[in-house]
């Protein structure tokens, strides 16, 4: 017997959706806000109207049938579709709503898109927030991504974006690393037992501009590593010296935590960009976050 849509309640699409990307009933029925047995009838429903088994349910795992694998990329597209149609026909509400999901590096989103979302969703209670962070690319379209925040170069021509800032690259450095003597030029720095952010591209090689464009390249020796920002901090405040974005160690060096070496000498800069899923308009829930942020920024 042929399936119908008008046999099949729709509902059940967003719940599929959950469970998939969230990877367990629990976790879908906490993000939809309902319960684990209402997310488990969903299921049993959904699977009884469209004549086909989708989930493979073990006491350990929860995985996809070749027949769910398909059904979930066509699925998730109609429930993205049908929450963009619902965003645009209630665009001129004040009030927002529904789930807004953002990515951001961990410690950018820590240190600025957590304050900023946390405020959004305090002024609007019918707003859910999801902030995932990590240093991977997120898979917009394919994981539900309405907005991302990514630091540096964008590499995929496929996304729209707006840049949001920029921000500063410091040199800094654990007063006892310093000593008395307080470096004024790029070669006195050099020397310094220097914590490495592994992840960059170059992390040992910085090019300094000064003044009248005047060039000096410092070579450092790799003495510990870390693959996140927050990791060498900590390793600076420990007695180290570091190149990190100035909003992960501003605070320290207004603190006097840390120290900021060669002030008068500029390293590369970096380009602060939302990046969206390539769309036709914006649903009002992220026009409203990327104010909130560039509100913020300013």
């Known amino acids: 017997m042929s399936t119908t849509l008008a046999a099949t309640n729709l509902n059940r699409f967003v719940v599929f959706v959950a469970v998939v990307e969230m990877g367990s009933l629990t976790a879908a029925a906490a993000r939809l806000g ?3 047995t209402a997310v488990s009838t969903h299921m049993q429903r959904l699977e009884a109207e469209i004549g086909a088994s ?10 996809l049938t070749e027949a769910g694998e398909r059904f979930y990329e066509s699925c998730r597209l109609i429930v993205r579709d049908a929450e963009l149609a619902v965003q645009a026909a209630g665009q001129s509400a004040t009030e927002l709503s529904g789930t807004l999901r953002i990515t951001a590096p961990v410690d950018y989103g820590a240190s ?5 979302a946390t405020r959004l969703q305090l002024q609007h209670p019918g707003l859910r927030i999801e902030l995932l962070s990590g240093d991977r690319l997120f898979d917009l379209v394919g994981e539900g991504i309405d907005v991302a925040i990514r630091l540096g170069r964008l590499v995929d021509s496929r996304l729209q974006a707006v840049r949001m800032t920029s921000f500063e690259q410091w040199l800094v450095a654990h007063p006892d690393a310093v000593g008395k003597q307080v470096p004024s030029q790029p070669g006195e720095v050099a020397s310094l037992p220097f914590a490495v952010l592994s992840v960059m ?29 927050l990791a060498t901090r900590a390793m600076a405040l420990a007695g180290c010296a570091t190149v990190l974005p100035e909003f992960v160690v501003r605070g320290d060096v207004e603190a006097g935590r840390l120290v900021r070496l060669l002030p008068k000498w500029n390293l590369p800069s970096g380009a602060v960009n939302a990046v ?13 976050f990327v104010a909130a942020m560039q509100e913020h920024l300013r």
């Open 34 to 36: 309902i319960a684990k």
């Open 54 to 63: 989708l989930l493979i349910r073990t006491t350990r795992k929860l995985s």
């Open 112 to 116: 600025v898109v957590a304050p900023v």
């Open 201 to 229: 591209p170059h992390p040992l090689t910085w090019h300094f501009t000064g003044a009248r464009g005047v060039k000096k390249v410092v070579q450092f020796q790799s003495t510990i590593t870390a693959n996140t920002a």
């Open 276 to 288: 969206f899923p390539a769309s036709r308009y914006r649903p009002q829930k992220v026009r409203a």
